[in-house]
């Protein structure tokens, strides 16, 4: 794990990004560079349109994304400014959004067009335009949230092997991006409004123990499982609780307070919601790279599962590593 010098956290993004890969030896680091830096102006305009807000960005659209979720106007604008802006870069032959139920390949249309880049087409970039839509509509912190692969697909392969990097932004009073390359830290910019960048925090690291928890999916809590009393035994360890509804929000509190856990479990009979490759997949690689755990409710690692459609989900349990195999005690033992 390398150390951050002095220079580099007063570095931009861009900057720090040139050092960074230089120095690592990464194999194909300038393109991988390039790819990160396109994440980053697409997240950039997201959250320039999400401050132009209209009265008709929250009403719901007659269409309903991969999973079944019904869409709003802004899904699908924000949607379109990032698959524009990342058809820009040379480097990316493809991507998937959660809002769409296909990937959409640009090597081929640039090839159609008398431009044939496959040869330097590398990454596939898989992502959430809008995370936490419902909360859009009150006004709360949303995100985006970015993987990039190796290749033109993220189907079909262990993220362990093939993730090369994630990333988040949150937009809030000010936005602020996230990124962990596969084996490293997880490294956190602040963007000012004119989109300067600097390195904030480079020690975020997750203790074993949490001072907080953020339980999704409260419903769960009926079911014959452990879900109740452990929410009932964080009550009664007076421990925090804090849940935005809106998982790049509770992730970033998390990360950012050094403590923390995130549940999402199966609600009996029911398909389970967060995606693997939009969300899941992105967040563990996240939260791995600050020390912490990333399971699914049968604590199998979100990192070793390999999805095999867009639409595939999971339950999911993350955040310190002692509380995430505490609450799989509390949880697997049937009531």
């Avoid at 960048?197 to 079911?223: M, Y």
């Avoid at 509804?245 to 029911?270: Q, R, W």
Wanted: hydrophobic residues 40%; glycine residues 6%; contains cysteine.
């Amino acid at each position: 794990m390398q150390e951050i010098s002095k220079e580099q956290k007063q570095n931009s993004l861009k900057n720090y990004l040139k050092n960074f890969i230089e120095s690592s030896g990464l194999a194909e680091g300038r393109e991988l560079a390039s790819v990160i830096l396109s994440v980053f102006d697409s997240c950039r305009k997201v959250y320039a349109e999400l401050q132009a807000f209209s009265s008709i960005d929250d009403q719901f659209l007659d269409s309903f994304n991969a999973t079944g979720d019904r869409q709003l106007v802004m899904d699908m604008r924000l949607h379109n400014i990032i698959v524009s802006e990342l058809r820009k870069n040379r480097g990316i032959a493809s991507v998937s959004s959660e809002e769409t139920a296909r990937i959409l390949e640009f090597a081929a249309a640039s090839k159609s067009k008398g431009m044939d880049n496959s040869a330097e087409a590398k990454y596939h970039v898989a992502f959430d335009p809008l995370d936490g839509s419902s909360q859009f509509k009150r006004g709360l912190n949303v995100g985006s949230i970015f993987s990039i692969w190796k290749g033109n697909t993220a189907l079909l392969r262990k993220p362990r092997e093939s993730l090369e990097v994630a990333c988040y932004a949150l937009y809030s009073y000010r936005m602020f991006f996230a990124l962990a390359f596969r084996g490293e830290k997880l490294l956190l910019f602040k963007v000012s409004p004119n989109g300067d960048t600097s390195l904030g925090d480079d020690k975020l690291w997750l203790k074993k123990d949490n001072d907080f928890f953020s339980p999704g999916n409260i419903r769960a809590s009926t079911a014959t499982n452990g879900y109740l009393p452990y929410i009932n035994e964080m009550a009664r360890a007076k421990k925090t609780l804090r849940y935005n509804g809106c998982l790049v929000a509770d992730i970033h509190a998390m990360l950012i307070s050094g403590s923390g856990i995130f549940t999402y479990p199966p609600e009996a009979n029911k398909k389970n919601k967060l995606r693997l490759v939009f969300e899941l997949i992105p967040i563990a690689a996240l939260v791995e790279a600050c020390g912490g755990l990333a399971l699914d409710c049968e604590s199998e690692a979100i990192l070793d599962k390999t999805p095999i459609l867009l639409s595939d989900t999971s339950s999911f349990v993350a955040g310190s590593s002692q509380a995430v195999e505490s609450f799989l005690r509390f949880f697997q033992k049937k009531t």
